[in-house]
């Protein structure tokens, strides 16, 4: 197995803000390669348990292999079935739950995942391989308003039109099957802003679509409800703006309907030190929430 990495954000901020029971019951609700569950049990007790949710198959099993610990429950489903999950396993409640948002190192880094701008390969971007949309349907199958509409809504992308515009042109001489392909469209359409590649907003707005990523953490806080104990805690990461400000208002909701705190008054950043030993850190906001 190649040697994935992905380095788990704010571990240490996650471990101490959660883990309230050392015999408790937790949910890491996007296992990824199980970085941040690894700490957990680290800190935990024989008793305690952690489920472990990934839509990944791929980044479950690197996942067991690396954590290795039979207090682990390893679960491919999505994270909005937790509930019923845990039911399952005759759990009730939990302690603590994280959800870690978005794609790990592991899928971007892997090109034939389909995620990167820097790796050519088949433009996938499924977390869950069994799921049938792909990025490449999308792009060659769907019309001009969707395409434009997806650019738009979970792009944020200010030039939608000219590059929904441009995949259709491009489209009748050919399908725009791999990332490079894409990539390489795009750069020939629109200048990017500063630093950021002109693509970024494009690929985003396709992983999001593919993966239906932005409905799956509208009902984050309705599981919270269902999920945890009183005294229990959730930790929220976000990565971009557009999950950030629905994760933001929803937990703003949860806590005006009562039962529930902020226990950060602000959001968490990562220290300037975890940025610069970690570029993906940069844009993670934290927010943790408690149910009373
Ligand atoms: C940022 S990574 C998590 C990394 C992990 N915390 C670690 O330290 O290794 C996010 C993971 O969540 C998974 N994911 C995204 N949406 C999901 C969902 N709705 N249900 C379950 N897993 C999901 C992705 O497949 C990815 O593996």
Do not use: C
């Not at 101490?16 to 007790?45: E, M, N, P, Q």
């Not at 993966?211 to 990565?239: H, M, W, Y």
């Not at 929803?250 to 990562?270: A, F």
Request: avoid cysteine; charge should be neutral; charged fraction near 25%.
């Amino acid at each position: 197995m190649t040697n994935w990495t992905h380095i788990p954000i704010l571990a240490t901020e996650i471990a101490d803000l959660i883990l309230t029971r050392a015999d408790g019951v937790y949910v890491d609700g996007t296992l990824g390669l199980g970085g941040h569950t690894k700490l957990f049990l680290s800190r935990l007790g024989p008793t305690a348990r952690v489920f472990g949710f990934d839509k990944d198959e791929e980044a479950l099993a690197i996942a067991k292999e690396r954590v290795a610990d039979a207090r682990l429950t390893a679960v491919h489903a999505s994270y909005t079935q937790v509930p019923e999950v845990l039911q399952k396993y005759g759990v009730t409640s939990a302690d603590g739950a994280l959800f870690d948002l978005g794609l790990s190192s592991y899928q971007l880094d892997n090109a034939a995942r389909g995620f990167s701008l820097l790796r050519d390969g088949p433009l996938d971007m499924r977390f869950d391989l069994s799921a049938t949309l792909t990025a490449e349907q999308i792009v060659n199958e769907w019309g001009l308003t969707d395409l434009e509409h997806i650019l738009v809504d979970y792009g944020e992308e200010r030039n939608a039109h000219a590059i929904a515009m441009a995949i259709m042109a491009a489209r009748r001489t050919g399908r725009i099957d791999t990332t490079f392909k894409l990539k390489n469209i795009v750069e020939n359409t629109v200048r990017g802003r500063g630093k950021i590649h002109p693509a970024t907003q494009t690929f985003q707005a396709l992983r999001i679509t593919v993966n239906d990523e932005l409905s799956s953490v509208e009902k984050v806080t309705g599981l919270l409800d269902k999920i945890l104990n009183p005294g229990g805690r959730a930790a929220i990461l976000t990565f971009h703006s557009l999950e950030d400000r629905l994760v933001k208002t929803r937990l703003k909701e949860l806590v005006s309907s009562g039962g529930w705190k902020l226990v950060n008054k602000h959001v968490i950043v990562p220290s300037y030190e975890e940025v610069k030993q970690n570029s993906r850190a940069r844009s993670a906001k934290l927010r943790v929430v408690e149910k009373l």
